[in-house]
Every structure is written in C-alpha cells, then in structure tokens.
C-alpha cells in the first residue's frame, strides 16, 4: 500500500497544496512550525478518519475559512482509490472512499493503516495508564474489527452505567435490576477485550523485543507487561464486588478500562529509571511491532511516519532506524526534520533512496538529496 497523490485545501497552514508521492521514502525538512508536522497530520486523517495532535476537528481549519478537505489517492492490491474527508463549521464532517460516504466511521479503520512516530509518544510513558491503554486499543482496533465493535460497545455501557451512579446518589436510591442490565453488557464485552488484549500482548511481545534489540544492539533488555485487574477477578465478580464504591466515587472502579501496560527495563520502571535516548528508543521499538503485527494481521505494510525522532537519538540509533524503515520489508515512510545538513548527511553515507522535500511556511517543493 502506498500515498500517491495528497490534496489539502485551508488544512491548518496549508490553503492549497497538490504532492505526488513516488518513492517509498520522503523526507520533509524544514525549520520547526514551517508545516511539516501538519503534512504528517493530514496523511494520518486519511487513516484514523482523525488527527493526532488536537481533539477537535474544526481546529484544523485554517485561520479566516470554514472548512478544510484533503484528499488521498493510494495504490492498494493494484488498484487505486480515492480517499476524502471534509471537515466544515458546524456540519457533520464528510468521508468517503471511493465516492462513497461511510455509513459510520468505524468501517474505515483499518483499510489504510498507519503507524505515527512523533514527540507526543513521550505521553505514553510520563502519562497515567489512559495514554497506554488508548494507545494498545487504537492498535488493535486496525487489525481487529471484532475488537473495535466490542470496545465501543464496553464504553458506551460505562458510560450509562457511570450516568446511573450519580442518579442514584442524587436520587438516594438505587435499581439494581438496571445495575445489573448494565454490568451484564460490561462482563460480556469486557470479556471478550481481556482475552483479546492478553492474546495481543503474547503476540507483541517478542516483536517488541527483536526491535528494541536491534535499535540498542542487545546492550540491554527492556520489558513489556499488560496488566489487568480481570486476572484476579471476573468482570461480573468485580462490578458486583466494588458496587458500594462505586456509589460513593459515582463511577465504575473496576473494569478493563482500568487495564495498564507496564513500561520497563530489567532493573526497574522506564519513567523513573529511563534516560531519554532510553524512552525514545523504548517508543521507537513499540511502534516498530505496531508496523510488524499490521503486516502479519493485514497482509500489507501500513505507512509510517516519523515526525522530527532524531532529537533524542544518537547517530548510531539513528541509522540503525533508517537501515530499518528502508529496507524491502517495510512500506512507504513519511520521515520529517528540523536539520536538513543531518538528514541529508545521513542518506548519503548510508545510501538511502528517496525524495526530499522542502517545507517553508506553508509551500513544498521538491529539493535534491
């Protein structure tokens, strides 16, 4: 699978931009604010059916305009497809495949699949486990839509469940029997995330570790560990356990969406004992087994794209990445930098091919490498 063409209109700093894509690596580089980021972000709509770095779609709307669309031509089992999303103030947003609307959202997830490395990975480890457990759920979700219908069945019970606490409390009454109607949705779909999750977790696991050795080259070992409360307790035993609790907090204390990874090394937690060059790799790794469990589940290689990593990486580590993301195994990468001389530099000495564009202020243009 890859990005041929990418369209944008009034999308965050961009009014009009058109980029063909024909290599398997590009590289933006430009100074910071210059746009690049933005780029990175429009490509990951075309997946996720959203961004990454705000929460509401109409911030993305250029400054003075009401709407914004991008659109995406991509090669796929060798055929093409066309990909658009539009956002306007105060209309439903509008995305289609094909010419076709999506009846929901949802149904898209999956189909052009991504992987996003960026500075705001640094959340899932400073972070509580909200950041970690979105993170693994987003995953799983591009290469399970069993997985993703149950995860929004599970949060929309919690959510009338949570609603029903703070009625009771207001109310100084409770109904159980609508309690119970509810804690049965939860046991039943919250089942059925846990043993996909510890499943997943077997699965990743050694992908994760055969990335960060290659990265650090095996000078040491980091750990990995999904943690849930359902390992002591059934879902139903739990609700049913906690129900006082429940009552007083006026929310639901026990459940899968309590779950947490645990990020470490052999002699202690990551966020108390890991440098940053540590952290970044750790992340970098974790995205890498993303790349490999979608290629093993999908069939294909998602695109990847790399927004300014090479801060906190040392040189070494950062030619082992670029060895990495542009070797025969792996997709079309994305790959932005702040310091053209080091990325330039870098595809020189270790022969890497690709197209380099240069970002300024809301225009791009090809450069040579």
């Known amino acids: 699978m890859r990005l041929n063409r990418l369209q944008l209109s009034n999308f965050k700093n961009y009014e009009e931009l058109e980029l063909k894509f024909p290599s398997q690596i590009n590289f933006l580089l430009g100074l910071n604010g210059s746009g690049k980021t933005n780029l990175l972000e429009a490509i990951y709509y075309l997946s996720a059916t959203k961004g990454f770095s705000v929460s509401s779609d109409t911030q993305n709307i250029k400054h003075g305009k009401d709407f914004f669309f991008i659109k995406g031509e991509f090669e796929k089992d060798n055929k093409t497809h066309d990909v658009f999303c539009q956002v306007q103030a105060g209309r439903k947003k509008v995305f289609r495949e094909d010419s076709r609307d999506y009846e929901k959202l949802s149904d898209h997830i999956g189909r052009y699949p991504v992987v996003l490395i960026s500075p705001l990975d640094v959340d899932l480890v400073k972070e509580s486990s909200d950041a970690r457990r979105k993170f693994f759920d987003q995953m799983i979700a591009q290469v399970d839509p069993v997985y993703l219908e149950a995860l929004m069945e599970y949060y929309h019970a919690l959510k009338q469940r949570n609603a029903l606490l703070k009625m009771f409390v207001e109310q100084n009454k409770v109904d159980y029997q609508m309690i119970d109607l509810y804690d049965q949705q939860l046991s039943r779909t919250g089942k059925v995330l846990y043993e996909k999750r510890s499943a997943f977790a077997a699965e990743f696991l050694p992908l994760f570790n ?160």
């Open 210 to 369: 055969k990335a960060y050795s290659l990265l650090v080259d095996e000078q040491e070992e980091a750990t990995l560990t999904y943690s849930s409360s359902l390992e002591q307790n059934t879902m139903e035993e739990g609700l049913k356990h906690n129900l006082k609790k429940d009552l007083v907090l006026q929310r639901t204390t026990f459940g899968i969406h309590r779950d947490d990874y645990v990020f470490g090394f052999a002699h202690g937690e990551l966020k108390r004992l890991g440098s940053q060059g540590q952290q970044k790799s750790f992340l970098v790794a974790v995205k890498l087994a993303q790349v490999e469990v979608i290629k093993a589940h999908l069939g294909f290689s998602p695109m990847l794209l790399l927004d300014d990593i090479f801060d906190k990486l040392d040189d070494t580590r950062i030619a082992r990445l670029l060895r990495v993301v542009s070797g025969k195994d792996y997709g079309q990468s994305f790959i932005t930098d702040a310091g053209p001389e080091r990325t330039l530099a870098m595809m020189k000495e270790l022969k890497i091919p690709g197209d380099v564009y240069e970002v300024d202020g809301g225009r791009v243009k090809p450069a040579k490498a």
